[in-house]
């Protein structure tokens, strides 16, 4: 604490580069503390001295007119302060957004919370753009539709469209709507946003390191080829039949299932309990999900829709688990020979 009485704000100059640095350290600290909440700024001004405590309860009484850019400029000076001596990296939007809302105005609060976390955000997603449409759409496919509509309006327009080039028209028109809807982040959207950007480019890297990581790209590049897959494996065994033997155990992805033959498929579901099928297709490409479904008579189809949408929106890590426990099912089943999995469409001959 500064002893010198520099508590009176200058209100007397109209330029605003004078209003930032008007709040003395004594007024700052009387922001934060009045920001607290009382138990919590008790327990603070326990650890200053008297002449501290008279000197910051003297101005808590007497603060008032602050202005918003003030208010941020003191929050962000003390988070950023913070996060340089104590190693902590930063609050949690749900403790900005309460502390903001208990010192503040609700609107104010929730400006400021939206202005301190989408520099952050726009500053962090900007490097998604070097990484290829494809990776990142495989990335957010799971992703409930409004996390997708975000992750998408945060990126540059340029890569967004990419993207969404990558759906189907119907998921395509629907996020674009979600998008025109977005005004501020919500309570807990920009924690989540920044997770799920943080994961994007976890992936990413962790896919370009690793000695058998160039197979797994092309097992993927084969799993999402829309052309002749058995003419490039083909080609591939006649140069590296190892390879290919590397490349068909990478191919074996959740995606690969729609490749099945009607007999196939209904083993399948014989195997696989509907609850789990209405979790593993959430957030699933429609085209995908359309041949699951078809596959199925047509009362447990309709009962499987009806599952899926009473779902509502439900976590990425549990539709991951629950496609790694269909694949297991069907690894066993494979291994067993009750069916022989086809990795990608062939052409036959009548």
């Known amino acids: 604490m500064e002893s010198k009485d520099d508590t009176k704000i200058d209100t007397g100059s109209t330029d605003a580069s004078d209003e930032l640095v008007a709040l003395s350290k004594v007024e700052q600290a009387a922001l934060l503390l009045l920001g607290m909440g009382e138990e919590v700024a008790a327990g603070v001004l326990r650890n200053f001295s008297r002449d501290e405590v008279q000197k910051v309860a003297k101005v808590m009484s007497t603060l008032s007119d602050i202005k918003t850019a003030q208010a941020k400029d003191v929050i962000e ?199 789990l099928w209405a979790v593993a297709l959430k957030g699933a490409a429609p085209e995908f999900k359309q041949e699951i479904i078809k596959s199925l008579p047509k009362r447990i189809a309709a009962d499987l829709e009806s599952q899926i949408k009473e779902l509502g929106g439900v976590p990425v890590s549990v539709v991951k688990n629950a496609q790694a426990d269909i694949m297991d099912t069907l690894r066993e089943l494979n291994d067993s020979g009750e069916i022989e999995l086809l990795l990608y469409s062939e052409s036959v001959v009548e």
């Not at 976890?202 to 829309?226: C, F, H, M, P, R």
Request: net charge negative.
């Open 77 to 275: 000076d003390f988070f950023n302060d913070f996060k340089q001596h104590s190693g902590i990296q930063g609050a949690s939007k749900n403790f900005i957004d309460n502390m903001l809302n208990s010192a503040l105005d609700g609107n104010i609060a929730k400006g400021l919370v939206a202005d301190l976390y989408g520099d952050e955000i726009k500053n962090k997603i900007q490097k998604l753009q070097w990484i290829s449409a494809e990776i990142l759409m495989k990335s957010i496919v799971n992703e409930h539709a409004r996390m997708q509509s975000v992750f998408l309006a945060y990126l540059p327009a340029e890569t967004s469209s990419e993207i969404l080039a990558l759906f189907s028209e119907e998921v395509r028109i629907d996020l674009l709507y979600r998008i025109t809807q977005i005004e501020d982040l919500d309570q807990n959207v920009a924690d989540d946003l920044l997770e799920l950007i943080e994961r994007c480019a976890t992936e990413y890297t962790d896919n370009k390191t690793g000695s058998l990581q160039g197979i797994k790209q092309v097992a993927d590049i084969i799993n999402n080829y829309g052309g002749d897959k058995a003419a490039i494996m083909h080609s591939l065994k006649g140069i590296n039949n190892q390879v290919v033997n590397q490349i068909e155990r990478d191919m074996f992805d959740f995606s690969i299932i729609s490749n099945q033959s009607e007999q196939t498929l209904e083993i399948i579901h014989q195997n696989i309990a509907p609850d």
